[in-house]
Structure formats: C-alpha cells, structure tokens
Nanobody, 125 residues
C-alpha cells in the first residue's frame, strides 16, 4: 500500500513561487508514474503535471507549461512541483497521485491508484 503525503502549499501573491513536495511511502515498484492534479471548488479535478518513474519523461497541462516544473528523486521516492509565475487561477487544492502502470496515460486520472490528501494553494491578485 502506497501512502502519499503532500507539503508546501500556502498563500502567495500573483507572480510568486511555491514548491510542492510529495513523499511516497510503501512504493516498492520502479515503474509507473507520479502526477499532480488540482481541483477548484465546484470544478472537476484536472491534470497539472506528470512524470514517468523509469524514463523521467515529463508531461504538462497547457495552462502551466513554461511556469511549472515536475521532478523526481527516485532514491527518496519524492516528487516535486516547482510553481513559478503563479496566477490567481492557479488557486486550488493540489493532489499528488501515484501508479505502478499508467495504462490510460500519465495525464489521465484513471491511471492513478494512489492519492494524497491534498494541499491548498492560494494565489492572491
């Protein structure tokens, strides 16, 4: 059983930066992918960024390309999301997700079996 714990959320002004961290305990597989999703009140959860655990290939939603960077530390089973040039529309609860096999693709929620509890990111204008 994989347990994911996110940290690093908070309140920041527009144009500022935050770094989210996701620590995965119980991750015994060296394949699959990890990703970040976000959800605003009243809206569906959406893909933000993902990374292949074996190849390190990265994937981003168009809305965050050029501003967010996802990275991983295989030895520590940790995934980071560096968020720069934040905008008010980035305000959401951010969730970390993990899977041993991204059979539906790294960007699809359906691929992910494990989810963190979420961390709030608020960007003020």
């Amino acid at each position: 059983q994989v347990t994911l714990v996110e940290s690093g959320g908070g309140l920041v002004q527009a144009g500022g930066s935050l770094r989210l961290s996701c620590a995965a305990s119980g991750r015994t597989f060296s394949s699959g992918a990890m990703g970040w999703f976000r959800q605003c009140p009243g809206k569906d959860r959406e893909f933000v960024a993902g990374i292949s655990w074996s190849s390190g290939s990265t994937y981003y939603a168009d809305s965050v390309k050029g501003r967010f960077t996802i990275s991983r530390d295989n030895a520590e089973n940790t995934v980071l999301l560096q968020m720069n040039s934040l905008r008010p529309e980035d305000t959401a609860v951010y969730y970390c997700a993990d899977t041993a096999s991204a059979r539906y693709g790294t960007t699809s929620m359906r691929s992910y079996a494990y989810w963190g509890q979420g961390t709030q990111v608020t960007v003020s204008s």
